[in-house]
């Protein structure tokens, strides 16, 4: 069976700080690769998707970045971390457009 | 663009009481819709989903069914419980799209 794995769980880290987060899908192949960001009190946030090694779509211009270096890896750098990244971040996959994504089971980032 | 509009929270139900989350949609062509469940400290699981107009989406005693007459897709469970107790998103997947549009969740808090 198909799982998605998300570490760390929680993270504090100083403004100025760099970032990186990683995402890796097990039991599957070639998989869609997403990164949600869930601001406190607002909805959920597209910030990058994949739909195969090395190739990255941004829908919102910031100070984050995402690269996938393998397969079924999905990592979210920052260089500078601002307090205003604080949030909750999910990676999620798919590999049917007709049906919705497996979430992985998030990173709580404070930004301090 | 493609959009979802839900009912604001939060909600407080009682042990047993009957829950209904209106979802309404804005989106050209024949999207799927989903219901996903937020549970505290925890990423986000699909509850159910519907693929066509007339389809009902059914899991752990909650339903809805998509209306495209009304463009909506309202969750329904008869008895709730204080396991129910969670951030409810409606979602939007368009036709062939990778991006999933989210509501801004509600709320539901169920007292024993």
């Known amino acids: 069976s198909q799982t998605i794995h998300q570490w760390p769980a929680t993270l504090v880290q100083p403004v100025g700080s760099p970032l990186s987060l990683e995402c890796t899908v097990e039991g599957t192949s070639n998989p869609n690769l997403y990164w949600y960001r869930q601001a406190a009190g607002r909805g959920l946030q597209l910030l990058f998707y994949?739909?195969?090694?090395?190739?990255i779509s941004s829908e919102v211009p910031q100070n984050l970045s995402a690269s996938r270096p393998q397969d079924r890896q999905f990592i979210l750098s920052s260089k500078k971390l601002l307090l205003s990244d604080s949030g909750f971040y999910l990676c999620?996959?798919?590999?049917?457009?007709?049906?919705?994504?497996?979430f992985g089971s998030g990173t709580r980032l404070t930004v301090v | 663009g493609d959009s979802v509009t839900q009912m604001e929270g939060p909600v407080t139900l009682s042990e047993e009481a009957f829950l209904t989350i209106n979802c309404t949609y804005t989106?050209?062509?024949?999207?799927?819709l989903f219901w996903y469940v937020q549970y505290p400290g925890e990423g986000l699981q699909l509850l159910l989903k519907a693929t066509k107009a007339d389809d009902k989406g059914s899991n752990k005693g909650f339903e809805a069914t998509y209306r495209k007459e009304t463009t909506s897709f309202h969750l329904e469970k008869g008895s709730v419980q204080v396991s129910d107790s969670a951030v409810y998103f409606c979602?939007?997947?368009?036709?062939?799209?990778?991006?999933?549009?989210f509501g801004a969740g509600t709320t539901v808090t169920v007292r024993a």
């Open positions: 989106a050209t062509g024949y999207p799927s």
């Open positions: 994949s739909v195969g090694i090395g190739q």
């Open positions: 999620a996959w798919d590999s049917d457009r007709s049906y919705g994504y497996t």
């Open positions: 979602v939007l997947r368009a036709s062939n799209d990778y991006k999933l549009s």
